[in-house]
């Protein structure tokens, strides 16, 4: 009775320790606690980085439990009728178990994890974490996945010398910088008895826009441009040229002729297109709380860039002289994202 006494005052000190919103799911606070401590164990992981047999957990999954409560309800019942064929079945169910633990462990030994990159999205959005995994051994893995928090990815079969991407979602609440801090990478191979896992520390970044406001405001105007910021592209009044094809090009400005004569894949050029450009100042919206300004910019940025007219953005600190285009858009809301962030 003593005895049960003092584990209940131990339940009842870990659970007084527990966060609130955790009280409910100590399951989940459980596993927190052994990912904290993996984390202090192992450090933060470079990238790329191999996953050796030490750092690989394996613990047996609900069908696990199951075949070892079978196996040894039918070692009673051989042991109890002395039946040798039904004890030759159990020790061999036993040994096919075992096998499937060393397998699920073997599956992960090894991979090399790398960051293959991560569009850039906007506050309330979900980011996507692509995680390169690269089979650098003779054997292939089977049903490796990779999973955190917020979801897991399907399955995915690793060729010898083969390579498979696998996405790490990640809910983006606040503009900025968006850190996947962990994430684990798991299979259950073979049988579903077993789940080996590791916790991956890389410290992946993401780049997360401010929220776009509603549409309504228009952005002022500052000038019509005739050479200097312009899509060249869009233009139709003299034709410059042939360049090569990128994706996302219409496929009404496609030189179909120099095609056929085997050329390649050519884009018509066209110039001296009369293009509308606006300054983005964010003095043109006095009396806007920080973020509001923030959101209104980011509306007029990509209101400009889907309709082909040039902008420019002017920011404490910060001028981005007119121009168009998707690297001069990202330079635009990457200035919006990381302002007063330092």
């Not at 019942?77 to 061999?92: D, R, S, T, V």
């Not at 085997?262 to 297109?273: D, F, I, M, N, S």
């Amino acid at each position: 009775m003593a005895a049960l006494t003092g584990g209940d005052s131990i339940l009842r000190t870990w659970l007084g320790r527990m966060p609130k919103t955790s009280r409910r799911a100590p399951l989940r606070y459980l596993r927190v606690l052994i990912r904290r401590w993996s984390r202090k164990r192992h450090g933060i992981d470079s990238d790329p980085t191999v996953l050796p047999g030490r750092r690989i957990y394996i613990l047996p999954t609900a069908l696990g439990i199951t075949y070892a409560f079978m196996l040894f309800a039918m070692f009673l019942g051989a042991m109890n009728y002395a039946n040798n064929l039904a004890l030759g079945l159990a020790f061999l169910l036993g040994a096919l178990g075992l096998t499937a633990m060393h397998y699920s462990h073997r599956n992960l030994a090894g991979i090399r994890i790398r960051s293959a990159g991560c569009e850039p999205v906007f506050a309330g959005q979900t980011a996507r974490f692509r995680v390169a995994l690269e089979n650098t051994s003779r054997l292939p893995r089977y049903e490796v996945t990779a999973q955190n928090d917020h979801g897991i990815c399907d399955p995915r079969r690793i060729d010898p010398d083969g390579r498979a991407i696998l996405e790490v979602a990640l809910p983006a609440d606040t503009r900025g910088h968006l850190t996947l801090d962990h994430f684990e990478i798991a299979t259950r191979h073979p049988f579903g008895l077993f789940r080996a896992w590791s916790y991956v520390h890389m410290e992946l970044r993401c780049i997360v826009y401010p929220r776009p406001s509603e549409r309504g405001t228009p952005p002022p105007l500052m000038e019509t441009d005739t050479g200097g910021a312009q899509d060249l592209s869009r233009g139709d009044d003299d034709f410059a040229g042939l360049r090569s094809f990128h994706p996302g090009d219409s496929p009404r400005r496609i030189a179909w002729e120099a095609f056929a004569r085997e050329q390649g894949l050519q884009v018509k050029v066209y110039a001296g297109t009369e293009v509308t450009s606006h300054l983005l100042d964010w003095d043109s919206l006095p009396g806007m709380e920080t973020e509001a300004r923030l959101s209104q910019l980011c509306r007029w940025v990509e209101d400009a860039y889907a309709s082909g007219r040039a902008f420019g953005l002017k920011m404490p600190g910060i001028y981005i002289p007119a121009n168009v285009g998707a690297g001069h858009r990202q330079r635009c809301l990457t200035a919006l994202a990381l302002h007063g962030l330092g």
